[in-house]
């Protein structure tokens, strides 16, 4: 560049000890990269290019989290399958292809049966009661099927009315078709997607057919039995911890006693997609059930069909020939069914001795894994569950199959990892070497049992701390998508506590830098949950101890009842002394004693003082959000707040603003004389809020009307009438703890005396018995009073408007502090500058 020559040329001279204090430096040198000449340009072009770019994900992340969050949180993490592309006729041509192949015919012989807890499943095909119905009612979450029939839709129904069409399904013996054609979408799997199959195929039917389907589920569970291996799906029993924990002791037990084992980690070949029908209906008549069951069953799979959901795509009508649908309350247990005719096929005398028990497989309905003491056995399992998978249209997939071999090294003492070659018909199965790991129900093992979890969260973080993004947003992903996904591997996978309270500090850090929060600020403000005024990230330290206690007290009750294993020691059941909600319960109290927590003790009393938090934090900028949770939670930089902080550079802890009282966000908000005009702006946008939401119901609506009584007046914010109906309402934001109810009742006993509604009366036009007084009464953290919300809701409004009102609050809030701080802050520099003018 010609500047840097020419500076190098000036440099030079100076250094032969020439005069250069005449030299110029032409202004053209310095002009010669704004007009690109010198390739100046190319700089401003990266950096303006990265800019577009970032504000190009910026817009495409932004309308992703519209559409389906989970897919923004992957495409954060550089997951593909967040854009996945494939075009509908791809997709359809995949899964139709998969879906409508012929079931294979049974030819499997004698069924491999277990014997029923009850006879003939006594009562499997019973008239359905109401008590039944009451128990099985689905969730308000749950969603509708292709009939368009919501939860709170059929809900509706009377339950007398859903026990009669139910039984005249019982009577009939089929469910009409319109109700079970279902809607399949597809779920990714995990990790990077590539293509149709690496997806999940999710079918929701009729949620009519879904209660029916959850009721038949329970007699079902309760009328038949799995064999011992089967722990997938089993009421009463946490299969899955139940099967990691066995896992992890058989391995340790061989790495402790030098034994020999061979296992097999199998993976059958999208099986709950793949089962034959015929398979299905002949295991299930093998069972003896009730006729009427049976013949339920075979009405059910011989008109199954399904449209393959993608946004507003839909694909042509699917007839499902084969498999069961993921997403069917009945379909676990009937996959049991067929996984036991092909697990009962295995060697009983093949396995490996443990606590005097012979473990021959760990099976978590199609997570099934083979497990023996010798080389032969392991192979001779191998080629019995083949055959038995085969013969209900299973198939093993041998390139995602795994296996074990360790030997005892004899007088040594030792072990070693050999390769076993094993095979499952012409195909070698993958052999695992003394590094080996792998992935088992979610949770990593290698060969000397459980591995601690690894600190994929912390990069995951750092991805959402890079990304561009909101900080509502960034907080969601932590919340709700990235901790509660490595939650079960923390919990099953022996964490240390310090590692916990490590990631703990690491996550809290980001949470304060997220959202502007002071090094100091209340830890439990951000672990305490959002209905109590907190934000709700989990406490790693304290939520993983209690849910493996938890957990591991239902594989004790488990494991003691099967006979397997010794009794769950009080050391395996961790550090843990409270249940989660003990937990949580903690979490708010340390809140709610806290100096910047206390005004929040009421926050769980009326949802919309928490809603804007996380429910409808999309609706606030980002700007607005983390101011909002500055004033929540008790950050903005006051004199007391500083000195607490000792960040406090002024001596003295009296308001700024001239005032004679200690300076606190509270009094700087709430009384301070530079920040009125921001406390009445606020009040009067709580006000024209609520007149406006009364009028749109219909109510006559009359603002700061002065009511005469006599030589006294009041004058309400707010009179309402509507048929035969009246409201006296007056809006108050109050600071303070813990006495919301008896400020509220000192504001109604103001507008409750006899006089005043005499007056209110003839004021409206009504009589005074129809005149209901509602305070508004809210503080200026934005938390309602619990009666004023129940007053409200009496006169119709809508938690839409309750919440509203929180966010003007605040936001009248965060104008006040904002005047305030800038009338103080010119107050300043005026003086600076007056003592800058003085003479010496």
């Not at 509908?88 to 139709?96: D, H």
Request: proline letters at 4%; hydrophobic letters at 40%.
């Amino acid at each position: 560049m010609a500047w840097i020559r020419a500076l190098v040329s000036v440099s030079e001279d100076s250094g032969r000890g020439e005069d250069v204090r005449g030299t110029n430096i032409r202004g053209e040198d310095f002009r010669g990269e704004e007009r690109g000449v010198t390739g100046g340009g190319r700089l401003e072009g990266r950096v303006n290019g990265a800019r577009a770019r970032r504000r190009r994900e910026y817009a495409a992340i932004q309308e992703l989290w519209k559409k389906d969050r989970a897919a923004a949180v992957q495409r954060v993490l550089g997951n593909r399958g967040a854009d996945w592309n494939h075009s509908m006729s791809e997709i359809e041509e995949f899964w139709a292809g998969v879906m409508e192949e012929p079931s294979a015919p049974w030819d499997g012989g004698r069924v491999n049966s277990v014997e029923n807890n009850l006879e003939g499943g006594e009562g499997l095909w019973a008239p359905i009661t109401r008590e039944e119905i009451n128990s099985s009612e689905p969730g308000n979450k749950a969603a509708a099927g292709p009939d368009q029939i919501r939860p709170v839709d059929w809900r509706g129904v009377p339950t007398v009315a859903r026990a009669l069409f139910y039984n005249i399904i019982i009577a009939c013996g089929r469910m009409p078709r319109e109700l079970l054609e279902g809607r399949t979408t597809l779920i990714p799997k995990g990790g990077n997607q590539t293509g149709p199959g690496d997806y999940r195929p999710i079918t929701v039917a009729s949620v009519v057919t879904r209660q029916f389907h959850r009721i038949l589920s329970c007699r079902l569970a309760m009328a038949i039995r799995h064999v011992p291996e089967q722990r997938g799906f089993l009421r009463g029993r946490d299969g899955v911890a139940e099967s990691v924990y066995l896992l992890d002791r058989l391995l340790r037990d061989r790495n402790s006693r030098k034994k020999g084992l061979h296992m097999a980690i199998v993976d059958v070949r999208k099986a709950f997609d793949s089962v034959s029908h015929d398979a299905l209906i002949r295991v299930m008549a093998e069972r003896h059930l009730d006729e009427g069951f049976q013949q339920y069953l075979r009405s059910l799979y011989s008109v199954m069909e399904t449209r393959i959901s993608r946004g507003a795509e839909r694909s042509r009508v699917i007839s499902c020939r084969r498999g069961v649908r993921q997403g069917d309350p009945l379909s676990p247990l009937l996959f049991n069914c067929v996984m036991d005719h092909a697990l009962g096929k295995l060697n009983s005398d093949v396995g490996y001795s443990y606590e005097g028990a012979v473990i021959k497989a760990l099976a978590y309905a199609d997570d099934v894994i083979l497990i023996a003491s010798s080389r032969e056995g392991l192979q001779d399992n191998l080629e019995r569950l083949s055959g038995g998978l085969g013969e209900c249209g299973l198939q093993v997939n041998p390139a995602k199959c795994l296996t074990l071999s360790v030997i005892s090294a004899g007088k040594a003492k030792t072990s070693k990892v050999v390769r076993g070659d094993f095979r499952v018909g012409n195909e070698t199965l993958p052999s695992l070497g003394v590094d080996g790991a792998w992935r088992y129900l979610g949770v990593r093992f290698n060969l000397f049992g459980v591995m601690r979890p690894g600190r994929e969260l912390l990069g995951q973080l750092g991805k959402v701390a890079d990304a561009p993004l909101k900080p509502q947003q960034r907080l969601e992903m932590a919340r709700g998508h990235l901790i509660p996904g490595v939650l079960h591997e923390f919990v099953l996978g022996k964490p240390d506590r310090q590692g916990l309270l490590s990631l703990d500090v690491m996550v809290r850090g980001l949470v304060r830098k997220w959202c502007h929060l002071p090094h100091d600020s209340a830890n439990a403000f951000i672990h305490a949950p959002v209905k109590e005024g907190g934000l709700g990230i989990p406490e790693l330290a304290k939520v993983i101890p209690a849910l493996r206690r938890r957990r591991l007290t239902m594989v004790r009750s488990g494991l003691n009842r099967e006979g397997v294993g010794e009794e769950v020691s009080a050391v395996e059941l961790g550090e843990a002394r409270q249940a989660p909600s003990g937990v949580r319960r903690e979490l708010s109290g340390r809140l709610h004693t806290s100096v910047d927590g206390t005004e929040l003790s009421e926050a769980s009393g009326a949802f919309a003082s928490t809603a804007w938090v996380r429910a409808r934090a999309d609706e606030l900028s980002g700007r607005e959000f983390v101011q909002f949770i500055r004033i929540r939670g008790g950050a903005l930089p006051s004199r007391v707040r500083l000195d607490r902080a000792r960040l406090n550079g002024i001596r003295g802890r009296r308001c700024r603003g001239g005032c004679d009282s200690e300076e606190t966000a509270a009094h700087v908000v709430q009384s301070c004389p530079l920040s009125r005009g921001g406390r009445s702006l606020r009040h009067d946008a709580v006000v024209t809020l609520m007149a406006e939401a009364f009028r749109r119901r219909g109510f006559a609506v009359r603002t700061e009307v002065l009511v005469q009584m006599g030589a006294r007046a009041l004058k309400p914010d707010i009179l309402v009438k509507r048929e035969g109906t009246a409201g006296v309402l007056d809006v108050q934001v109050v600071s303070g703890a813990g006495f919301l109810k008896e400020v509220n009742s000192q504001k109604r006993a103001k507008y409750s005396e006899p006089s005043f509604l005499q007056a209110a009366a003839e004021a409206l036009g009504t009589t005074e018995a129809s005149i209901k007084v509602v305070p508004l009464t809210l503080t200026w953290k934005g938390i309602w009073c619990r009666e004023s919300v129940t007053g409200l809701r009496q006169l119709g409004i809508t938690g839409d408007v309750l919440n509203w009102a929180v966010e003007r609050v605040l936001r009248g809030t965060s104008i006040s502090w904002n005047r305030w701080w800038t009338r103080v802050r010119r107050g300043e520099r005026a003086h600076e500058d007056g003592r800058r003018r003085e003479p010496p």
